[in-house]
């Protein structure tokens, strides 16, 4: 799949596409020259191509030359979700083993609010297929939904051992605590932020759903334990990478633990993509801002 395009003109004077390549977490830079009009109108954002080409390297960076491109057709056996899809993940299983989660909740003004918010078909469409970010952590369909599976997977064996910590308060907390990106992300093949996940960020909007559905179902914007449940969302992250999203510091225990193995799992998985990819012993990570040991790819 084309993930990016961008035509750009040669010093010879004539027009190539400069494109980004997708397939099963690969991402892989190529370029067509002599690009056609023809090309231009047809090679964007979001195809599905079939492609032939050689193998680079310009600038130390593996890329692609083009020799034959072409658009998928009916007959190719390929859809754009297998091309965008984390090997070996299954977003029915997922859903599955999110809704037997969700029964966890004992507390019934809880457990009412967050079926009835993933209850709503375009909300549960978009939460089951978007990725949980652009290319941080989880930046693959269906990535939202397996973030918050782990999270919450880590939530139930972690309130095992924090015997006092509130467990409906944390669990409805880490079922909806990126909620919001439903509304600040578009487009789970080829995502971008919109207007409203720019201007306002993801944990505000998903407060802001939380909202409407507590105030559909009748739920005092005082309960107690919805405030908890907000609080917890609200106060998610205070660290580096999550700045753009924080609002308060967590200030409670369950807010502790959500915000703490938000970031271990965001984490975890960018270590394990960036490893994936890695062509040698330490390789150095934006995200960490500093080389990271990867030696199975020696």
Same mark, same amino acid.
């Given at each position: 799949?084309?993930?990016?395009?961008?035509?750009?003109?040669?010093?010879?004077?004539?027009?190539?596409?400069?494109?980004?390549?997708?397939?099963?977490?690969?991402?892989?830079?190529?370029?067509?020259?002599?690009?056609?009009?023809?090309?231009?109108?047809?090679?964007?954002?979001?195809?599905?191509?079939?492609?032939?080409?050689?193998?680079?390297?310009?600038?130390?960076?593996?890329?692609?030359?083009?020799?034959?491109?072409?658009?998928?057709?009916?007959?190719?056996?390929?859809?754009?979700?297998?091309?965008?899809?984390?090997?070996?993940?299954?977003?029915? $299983? /997922?859903?599955?083993?999110?809704?037997?989660?969700?029964?966890?909740?004992? +507390? #019934?003004?809880? =457990?009412?609010? !967050? *079926?009835?918010?993933?209850?709503?078909?375009?909300?549960?469409?978009?939460?089951?297929?978007?990725?949980?970010?652009?290319?941080?952590?989880?930046?693959?369909?269906?990535?939202?939904?397996?973030?918050?599976?782990?999270?919450?997977?880590?939530?139930?064996?972690?309130?095992?051992?924090?015997?006092?910590?509130?467990?409906?308060?944390?669990?409805?907390?880490?079922?909806?605590?990126?909620?919001?990106?439903?509304?600040?992300?578009?487009?789970?093949?080829?995502?971008?932020?919109?207007?409203?996940?720019?201007?306002?960020?993801?944990?505000?909007?998903?407060? $802001? /759903?939380?909202?409407?559905?507590?105030?559909?179902?009748?739920?005092?914007? +005082? #309960?107690?334990? =919805?405030?908890? !449940? *907000?609080?917890?969302?609200?106060?998610?992250?205070?660290?580096?990478?999550?700045?753009?999203?924080?609002?308060?510091?967590?200030?409670?225990?369950?807010?502790?633990?959500?915000?703490?193995?938000?970031?271990?799992?965001?984490?975890?998985?960018?270590?394990?993509?960036?490893?994936?990819?890695?062509?040698?012993?330490?390789?150095?990570?934006?995200?960490?801002?500093?080389?990271?040991?990867?030696?199975?790819?020696?």
């Amino acid at each position: 799949m084309i993930r990016d395009r961008e035509v750009k003109r040669a010093s010879n004077g004539t027009d190539y596409l400069n494109l980004t390549l997708e397939r099963k977490l690969e991402y892989i830079p190529a370029r067509l020259w002599d690009a056609t009009e023809q090309h231009k109108q047809a090679l964007i954002r979001r195809a599905v191509v079939k492609v032939d080409g050689v193998v680079t390297v310009y600038r130390q960076q593996k890329q692609l030359n083009i020799q034959r491109i072409r658009l998928a057709t009916d007959e190719d056996p390929v859809t754009v979700a297998e091309l965008i899809s984390k090997p070996g993940l299954s977003r029915e $299983e /997922l859903w599955h083993e999110l809704r037997m989660i969700i029964e966890e909740i004992q +507390d #019934e003004t809880l =457990l009412k609010l !967050v *079926k009835t918010m993933l209850g709503k078909k375009e909300i549960r469409e978009r939460f089951t297929t978007i990725p949980a970010s652009k290319a941080t952590h989880h930046p693959y369909y269906a990535g939202l939904l397996e973030h918050v599976v782990e999270v919450c997977q880590s939530i139930l064996q972690l309130s095992l051992i924090y015997g006092t910590i509130n467990r409906d308060v944390v669990i409805a907390a880490a079922i909806l605590h990126d909620i919001g990106k439903v509304a600040a992300l578009h487009d789970p093949f080829a995502p971008e932020y919109t207007d409203e996940g720019e201007m306002i960020g993801h944990v505000v909007l998903g407060v $802001e /759903l939380i909202n409407q559905t507590a105030q559909e179902l009748g739920i005092s914007m +005082d #309960e107690p334990i =919805l405030l908890a !449940v *907000k609080h917890c969302i609200l106060s998610q992250r205070e660290q580096d990478e999550g700045a753009t999203s924080f609002v308060y510091g967590p200030k409670t225990k369950e807010a502790i633990l959500l915000a703490a193995l938000d970031q271990l799992n965001g984490r975890l998985n960018s270590f394990e993509l960036m490893a994936s990819h890695a062509e040698e012993r330490w390789t150095y990570s934006p995200l960490f801002k500093r080389k990271m040991f990867t030696p199975d790819n020696d």
